[in-house]
Nanobody, 124 residues
């Protein structure tokens, strides 16, 4: 089992930047992929970005491609989400997730473990 703890959320003006962190512990060696999802009030949880553990292959949603960057620090068992050029519509609770076996990259149901979430608010 993998435990995930997010941090780094906060309030930022439109056009600004934030970096989210997700520290992983437990059976990390079994991880296939880790990802970020987000959920805005009244909306479904949506995929943001993912990184494959073995080769760091990344994948982004169209809405954040070119503005957000997902990365991994092996030594710290931590993944990051660097968010630049933030927009009001990026406001949401951001969740870190991990997947033990190869599933559908952008489907929340295919992920096995989740963090508690961190709030990101972008003022317009």
């Amino acid at each position: 089992q993998v435990q995930l703890v997010e941090s780094g959320g906060g309030l930022v003006q439109a056009g600004g930047s934030l970096r989210l962190s997700c520290a992983a512990s437990g059976r990390i060696f079994s991880t296939y992929r880790m990802a970020w999802f987000r959920q805005a009030p009244g909306k479904q949880r949506e995929f943001v970005a993912a990184i494959r553990w073995s080769d760091m292959l990344t994948h982004y949603s169209d809405s954040v491609n070119g503005r957000f960057t997902i990365s991994r620090d092996n030594a710290k068992n931590t993944i990051y989400l660097q968010m630049n050029s933030l927009k009001h519509e990026d406001t949401a609770v951001y969740y870190c997730a991990s997947e033990l076996t190869s599933g559908r990259t952008s489907y929340a149901a295919d992920y096995d473990a989740w963090g508690q979430g961190t709030q990101v608010t972008v003022s317009s």
